[in-house]
């Protein structure tokens, strides 16, 4: 079976939201919570665990920095807008990250790597908290997000050929369900569903734009909401 190629996912018809689902509670939203639940050993299991690929595909490890950027008026998440000429998830927004390379130690290695070419995030600066489980994606890729605290003041320098934008989101307004849209569309006779998490906010001009966070990415930050939520 083909994958699904969408090209305007902010044309796919929203079918509701989870605006029943209770939202993170701020005080599970700070550093000190955070380390906290990262040091527990409580049970959980992941809502969307990934794409299903198709029997003899070989998967490639990959890893993903998640970003909580301790600001004095709470933690942010420190996206990117991928280049638009890229061949996987071009354009899409995303959290720094990319392939496990042979000279990588393990996935946090990488997700410190990639994140230090990507955008020039300083090691110093940060502090990783934990991992999330495996996300799997369409393009053939098996990930694992790592979730770290980042320490300002720090200078980002894009790689312009993988990065058109860095921006940051509040951290409680993606830990709110009711942000959370769910789209629904019709692939080879199925229906399938995807979320997505739109924010406004300034742009590297700061001008008022509209950030439309979806696929694998929307799906990893809905996975850390259940985990905080658990």
């Not at 998830?89 to 130690?105: C, K, Y």
């Not at 694992?144 to 921006?167: I, K, M, S, Y």
């Not at 993606?174 to 979320?195: C, D, K, S, V």
């Amino acid at each position: 079976m083909t994958r699904p190629r969408i090209l305007d996912p902010q044309a796919v018809p929203v079918i509701g939201t989870d605006e029943h689902l209770a939202a993170v509670a701020p005080s599970r939203l700070t550093a000190q919570s955070l380390r906290l639940r990262f040091s527990e050993a409580r049970s959980w299991q992941p809502e969307i665990p990934g794409d299903t690929v198709p029997a003899g595909h070989d998967l490639s490890a990959a890893s993903v920095l998640v970003p909580l950027v301790q600001r004095p008026d709470g933690l942010k998440v420190l996206l990117t807008q991928r280049s638009v000429h890229l061949r996987d998830h071009a354009g899409q927004i995303a959290f720094p990250g990319g392939r496990v390379e042979p000279e990588d130690a393990d996935a946090v290695a990488a997700a410190l790597r990639e994140a230090e070419e990507e955008i020039g995030l300083p090691r110093s600066t940060v502090d990783v908290l934990g991992l999330l489980p495996y996300y799997t994606t369409v393009t053939h890729y098996i990930v694992t997000p790592v979730v770290a605290l980042v320490r300002p003041p720090f200078d980002l320098r894009l790689d312009a050929f993988e990065v058109a934008e860095a921006f940051e989101v509040p951290l409680d307004y993606l830990m709110t369900p009711a942000h959370h849209q769910r789209h629904e569309f019709e692939w080879q006779g199925q229906r399938r569903q995807f979320l997505s998490m739109p924010w406004d906010g300034p742009d590297r001009d700061g001008q008022l734009r509209r950030y439309f966070i979806w696929g694998a990415t929307a799906a990893m930050l809905r996975n850390l909401y259940g985990f905080l939520n658990a």
